[in-house]
């Protein structure tokens, strides 16, 4: 999609592309990362920039960085106050791009920059959004695998807004794409949800994934439960509707119980059964309201945290977002 490349008025003329990659404690695979995305961008021409967003990383990685921008100004850094997360990470580089085109991809090379080039022909053909799917993930564990599978399922049967199964953060986004996203002022962010939200023109390009190059995933099982639970939560209100179809066949079965109970008695003379079922009843109904409850909580934790409106983030110092790219890192 060509378009012109002005900025405001003031500003240095807009790069064709913005790759954002967030890095945490990736300082053993910067210098690779860099040669292979920069062979790429170079080769195919492209007027670009790389956004690194260091994510209060507590090795070398933003000496790294530094190094990288030493030998390549196109590099510009973000160094962040703390470690925010991912989420957050990403939003601080779509905060600061410039590009016509913005592409989010991770620092690990599990997002080939070889798929760069294909990316940008869709977008040239007129698409504003274009997925990378992934058709394969034999990178990840059979549980990891599954887990997502069970995730995407639950989430689209749910969600009014379903998102691509098996697409990530790697993507192509047109700047008509970005200006939407960055309106969005909400703290508990999901980002795959946020950029299913906003719609536009969509296609999607088809990879297999490949291992990691560097590093260990940041990623345990706790924490992507986790996130599972903040996406849904972000994106739906159907456990709290869950809960009221829950309260009614509760209520349902408990009076036919208690019916039964009353016509035996009167009936046929027998006892109210003791203990054992009452505990029975106690704990099972115990244990359905401290769900609910749980779930309402989870809610009202997420209301809690968007009314303080504290930044989404705190830049402790940037690095090249004051110079005019031109001529630079080509």
Avoid at 65 to 71: D, F, I, N, Q
């Amino acid at each position: 999609m060509a378009k012109s490349t002005k900025s405001s008025k003031g500003q240095a003329p807009r790069p064709e592309i913005s790759v954002i990659t967030p890095f945490y404690n990736e300082a053993s695979g910067v210098e690779r990362f860099m040669a292979e995305l920069t062979e790429v961008l170079i080769g195919e021409g492209l007027d670009y920039e790389i956004i690194c967003v260091d994510d209060g990383s507590s090795d070398l990685t933003l000496p790294a960085l530094l190094k990288a921008r030493e030998s390549n100004r196109r590099v510009r850094i973000i160094q962040l106050s703390r470690n925010f997360g991912k989420e957050v990470a990403l939003t601080a580089g779509l905060d600061h791009a410039r590009g016509q085109a913005v592409i989010p991809m991770d620092a690990d090379l599990q997002d080939p920059p070889r798929l760069i080039p294909h990316l940008v022909s869709r977008w040239r053909d007129g698409y504003q959004v274009v997925n990378a799917h992934r058709a394969e993930r034999i990178s990840d564990s059979w549980m990891k695998r599954n887990t997502a599978k069970l995730f995407y399922k639950v989430f689209n049967a749910i969600s009014e807004t379903p998102i691509p199964e098996n697409t990530g953060d790697f993507r192509l986004m047109d700047r008509e794409v970005v200006e939407a996203l960055r309106c969005m002022p909400e703290r508990d962010r999901f980002m795959k949800g946020l950029f299913a939200w906003v719609g536009y023109r969509t296609t999607e390009i088809t990879y297999e994934r490949p291992a990691r190059a560097t590093g260990e995933s940041k990623w345990n099982y706790w924490k992507l439960f986790n996130f599972a639970v903040g996406g849904v939560t972000a994106f739906s209100t159907f456990p709290l509707r869950l809960f009221n179809y829950i309260g009614l066949a509760v209520a349902s079965l408990s009076f036919l119980y208690a019916s039964l109970l009353v016509i035996r008695t009167l009936f046929l003379g027998r006892d109210v059964p003791g203990y054992a079922s009452i505990m029975v009843v106690i704990l099972f109904l115990g244990g359905i309201q401290l769900i609910g409850i749980g779930v309402v909580g989870e809610y009202i934790g997420r209301v809690f945290i968007e009314v303080k409106e504290r930044p989404l983030y705190l830049v402790h110092k940037v690095h090249g977002f004051d110079e005019d790219l031109r001529g630079n890192g080509s």
